[in-house]
C-alpha cells in the first residue's frame, strides 16, 4: 500500500506560481503512471497532468502552458510547478498513481490551491 501525500498549496495572487508535492511512502518508480487531478465543489473531479515512467507528460488544454509535471523517482515524489495562475485554477489539488493513463489506483487527501483575483 502506498500513501500519497500533497503539499505546497496556498494563497495566490493571479499571475503567481506555485509548486506542489506529492511525497510517496513508498517506490513510485513501480508505477507506469503518475498524475495531478483538481476538484472544485459541485464539480467533477479534472485530471490535468499526468507523467509516465520514462518521462513523457500529457496536459489537459486547461493548463497547457502554464503547469508542468515531473517526477523524482529517486526522492519518490511528484512535483506540479503552476505559473500564470488564474482565480479559474481555484480547487483541490489530489495527486495520484497507477498503471492506467489516467492513474487512479492511490490518492492522496488534497492540497488546497486559492488564486484571488
Known amino acids: 500500500q502506498v500513501q500519497l501525500v500533497e503539499s505546497g498549496g496556498g494563497l495566490v495572487q493571479a499571475g503567481g506560481s506555485l509548486r506542489l508535492s506529492c511525497a510517496a511512502s513508498?517506490?513510485?518508480?513501480?508505477?507506469?503512471?503518475m498524475g495531478w487531478y483538481r476538484q472544485v465543489p459541485g464539480k467533477a473531479r479534472e485530471a490535468i497532468a499526468r507523467?509516465?515512467?520514462?518521462?513523457?507528460?500529457y496536459y489537459t488544454d486547461s493548463v497547457k502552458g502554464r503547469f508542468t509535471i515531473d517526477r523524482d523517482n529517486a526522492k519518490n515524489t511528484v512535483y506540479l510547478q503552476m505559473n500564470s495562475l488564474k482565480p479559474e485554477d481555484t480547487a483541490v489539488y489530489y495527486c495520484a498513481a497507477g498503471n492506467s493513463w489516467w492513474p487512479t489506483d492511490y490518492w492522496g487527501q488534497g492540497t488546497q490551491v486559492t488564486v484571488s483575483s
Open positions: 507523467v509516465a515512467r520514462a518521462g513523457d507528460t
Open positions: 513508498g517506490s513510485i518508480f513501480s508505477f507506469n503512471t
